[in-house]
């Protein structure tokens, strides 16, 4: 599958297109709607189901040196009334805050991160890391492949958990059945 083919594919769910248009107007820095949203509508478009089938939500990542809870909060509370018509629950994250808590909520280290592309990079599997920017650029730094043949494979990185990757794993299969899932 090629870029253009997944953007297009993407954009098939309104909320992803509604989120894309609105992203901007939130100010921040280095903003990108993650994975789920992206590679589930695509999913649902090789199977022939609604695009927005089984999204249990949209992921947005920025990156702010401001690290405090509370520059991160006025965002999400930004985030929330820009998408509230939606009907979808989106959930904002700076990345610059995520080895401030990571570990407490996962049990696992999170070291720093520089960009919200790492935070991408770090995601349990390569059909995850994806992210799409407003004016249409797309980072898939392991390619699109996993994605156009629907397989779960892990991506070992320094956060990895095999029992969350058995988690996520276990209900996308529920959802999508088509889905190869390779072990951790």
């Known amino acids: ?13 309104e909320a992803n297109r509604r989120i894309l248009e609105r992203l901007p107007s939130l100010g921040l820095g280095d903003t990108w709607l993650v994975s789920g949203s992206l590679f589930q509508t695509v999913w649902n478009a090789l199977t022939g189901r609604p695009p927005s089938y089984g999204i249990k939500d949209y992921d947005l ?20 009334e820009t998408f509230a018509d939606l009907g979808a629950e989106v959930e904002l994250r700076n990345q610059a805050r995520v080895h401030l808590w990571y570990e407490a909520k996962f049990g696992t280290p999170y070291p720093p991160l520089r960009n919200s592309c790492e935070g ?5 599997a390569p059909a995850c890391m ?16 996993d994605i156009a043949t629907m397989t779960i494979r892990p991506n070992r ?23 190869t899932v390779m072990e951790a």
Not at 168 to 178: I, M, T, V
């Open 130 to 145: 994806v992210g799409l920017q407003a004016d249409g650029t797309l980072y898939a730094p392991m390619g699109l492949d």
């Open 1 to 13: 599958m090629d870029e253009q083919r997944f953007i297009a594919l993407a954009l098939t769910n």
């Open 157 to 179: 990185t320094p956060n990895f958990s095999a029992a969350r990757y058995a988690e996520k794993a276990a209900r996308w299969k529920s959802h999508w059945p088509q889905l």
């Open 120 to 124: 991408i990079d770090r995601f349990l």
């Open 61 to 80: 990542f920025y990156f702010d040196e401001d690290t405090s809870f509370e520059a991160e909060d006025a965002a999400i509370q930004r985030s929330m």
